[in-house]
Each structure stands twice: as C-alpha cells, then as structure tokens.
T-cell receptor
C-alpha cells in the first residue's frame, strides 16, 4: 500500500487486559512516531524511532506502555494492564528522512481507536 | 512549557465565505509550524507548513504566514467549499510535534 497502515482499526479491551497495536510505515521510511489522541484533543507525542533505535520515549505515560521496532520497519505499541484512561486513538506516523530531521513531513496512519471498558 | 493554542470550534460558514482559524504558539526559539487537516473518516494530512519567520505556506487555496512578532500562524482561505469541512490542527515542531486541540470547520451550501 501507499500509505501508513495500522491494525486493528478498533480495539475493545477489558480493564486489565494487555493490547498490542501495529503500525506499518510507508516502505523505506526511516523515522516512525506514535501519538495518543484523546477525544476532542490534539495528538500527543508518545515515542519516536529512527530505524530500530528508540530515540525518544519521553511521552510514554507510564511503564505500562512499551513500543518496539525490531527490524526498523513495522512497529508495535503494547499497553499492559489497560486502564480506562488509556481509551484514545493511537496514531502512527512515518517520515522518509534519513538525516533524522524532524522537520520532514510526517505521514499519518488512520489510527487505532482503543476503548477500555 | 511549549504549547500551541488554536481557536475553539466548531466554525460554521456558508460556502464561499472567508475563513480564518487562529493559532498561536509558545516555544523557545523558532519552531517550524504546520497545519494538518483531518477529513471525516481519514487520517491526518499535512496541509501546509512554514519553517522560518515571514514564510508563507499555501496549499489548496489555504494560506498561513509565520509571524514571529505575534508568535502566530493563522490559517486563511478566501472562499471555502463544502468539501473543506474537516478538523484542522495547528502544530509546532520543537523537539517533537506539538499539536493544538483542533478546530472543526463546517461549511454549508
């Protein structure tokens, strides 16, 4: 596909369950970003990868959140022991930049809507 | 801390009306500035950007000028169409992209 894809598009979890959200960036894109978008809010940065290296994870809200990109392409955001406050849309974005410039255009996926009951 | 503030919506306009969506930022230095748009059922798309003071970004009839004196990056369009109905997000790149809360635009025929 031509764009960033994310799966699943919708996820309902019971409180306490673990979830895994997948992001497939545009082929060849070096940098990958995860954002959390609560209802009625703008996206908030969670973490950033350049290839397989996680360069910034300052936005992860707690140690229940974990992200990986082991081969520098597909990334997974894992949330352990989900809580109701984790309910949000999780967005993934990628950029082509090989220089690591964050000013390059970020291409966003459609997001995964997580609902924790 | 770094932040982006944009006008609350919804903004409701008739087709062919003039549009302004205000955006101001608080940041150290001179961040790159962006407007993203989210059409119903779709992901965020970059609409336009400006990387330094006095730059004007433009796309699809939309324009925004980077004003460092007022730390603003207001979005304008001279004549909106029904197809412009969407949520618009202003963002500033500091060490990461910081988004405003979004402004919903509704254009009626």
């Amino acid at each position: 596909g031509a764009g960033v894809s994310q799966s699943p598009r919708y996820k309902v979890a019971k409180r306490g369950q673990d979830v895994a959200l997948r992001c497939d960036p545009i082929s060849g894109h070096v940098s990958l970003f995860w954002y959390q978008q609560a209802l009625g809010q703008g996206p908030e940065f969670l973490t950033y990868f350049q290839n397989e290296a996680q360069l910034d994870k300052s936005g992860l809200p707690s140690d229940r959140f974990f992200a990986e990109r082991p081969e520098g392409s597909v990334s997974t955001l894992k949330i352990q022991r989900t809580q109701q406050e984790d309910s949000a849309v999780y967005l993934c974005a990628s950029t082509l930049s090989s220089s690591g410039s964050l000013a390059d255009t970020q291409y966003f996926g459609p997001g995964t809507r997580l609902t924790v009951l | 801390g770094n932040s982006v503030t944009q006008m609350e919506g919804p903004v409701t306009l008739s087709e062919e009306a003039f549009l302004t969506i205000n955006c101001t930022y608080t940041a150290t230095g001179y961040p790159s500035l962006f407007w993203y748009v989210q059409y119903p059922g779709e992901g965020l798309q970059l609409l336009l950007k400006a990387t330094k003071a006095d730059d004007k970004g433009s796309n699809k009839g939309f324009e925004a000028t980077y004003r460092k004196e007022t730390t603003s990056f207001h979005l304008e369009k001279g004549s909106v169409q029904v197809s412009d109905s969407a949520v618009y997000f202003c963002a500033a790149l500091v060490d990461k992209l910081i988004f405003g809360t979004g402004t919903r635009l509704q254009v009626f025929p």
